[in-house]
């Protein structure tokens, strides 16, 4: 059974640099899937952030493209996602998850996990 | 890109049908299957229902349907039970943004 949790600093400071990483149980992320994050407020709702392939290829929402990078490590079974020069608007809680095609439903979530940028 | 448009809630009686609308555009929906619905209970992760439109995943009561008509799509919950009570959001694929999100339904069991 696949699952996947989320793990990183609940309390960012503005302008650093939020970092995050999805440790995958169950499934081992060399062998295929896309595997992606998610962040949802209050203020956006359901926002995708970005998606990498087991082999690197990525993908980026454009609005965010420019602070965002995201990477796997096969070695640990893990991806991770860092978002740059954050705000209060990154305010979120972020999901990682994964996918069957690179642009298609995300079947498995992590369980999410609150981050609140604040000085 | 906008977010789709979804009524922000709906509600039905124990058995009755309910169906939630997501309007989107001939960017998104209108052009592409792979329209999804995600339903999500307060505190918790978002749980795929339907992908590419109509399938559903494994596990996935089959009281829970989805399809397309032009640059809108629905979910259908046949047979509405205490438990399907929560948000439900839809997502389609856009093209040079990838996924646009629905802004959500509350779906509420009178």
């Known amino acids: 059974q696949v699952q996947m949790q989320e793990s990183g600093p609940g309390l960012v400071k503005p302008s650093e640099t939020l970092s995050l990483t999805c440790t995958v149980s169950?499934?081992?992320?060399?062998?295929?899937?896309?595997w992606g994050w998610i962040r949802q407020s209050p203020e956006k709702g359901l926002e995708w952030i970005a998606t990498v392939y087991h082999s690197g290829n990525t993908y980026y929402n454009p609005s965010l493209k420019s602070r965002v990078t995201i990477s796997v490590d096969t070695s640990k079974n893990q991806f991770s996602l860092n978002l740059s020069s954050v705000t209060a608007a990154d305010t979120a809680v972020y999901y990682c998850a994964r996918s069957f095609g690179s642009f298609h439903a995300f079947d498995i979530w992590g369980q999410g996990t609150s981050v609140t940028v604040s000085s | 890109q906008s977010a789709l448009t979804q009524p922000a809630s709906v509600s039905g009686s124990p058995g009755q049908s309910i169906t939630i609308s997501c309007t989107g555009s001939?960017?998104?929906?209108?052009?592409?299957?792979?329209v999804s619905w995600y339903q999500q209970h307060p505190g918790k992760a978002p749980k795929l229902m339907v992908s590419?439109?109509?399938k559903r995943p494994s596990g996935v009561s089959n009281r829970f349907s989805g399809s397309k008509s032009g640059n809108t799509a629905s979910l259908t919950i046949s047979g509405l039970q205490a438990e399907d009570e929560a948000d439900y959001y839809c997502c389609s694929y856009a093209g040079s943004s990838p996924y646009v999100f629905g802004s959500g339904t509350k779906v509420t069991v009178l």
């Open positions: 590419e439109v109509t």
């Open positions: 001939s960017s998104d929906v209108g052009t592409y299957n792979l």
């Open positions: 169950g499934y081992s992320v060399s062998s295929g899937y896309y």
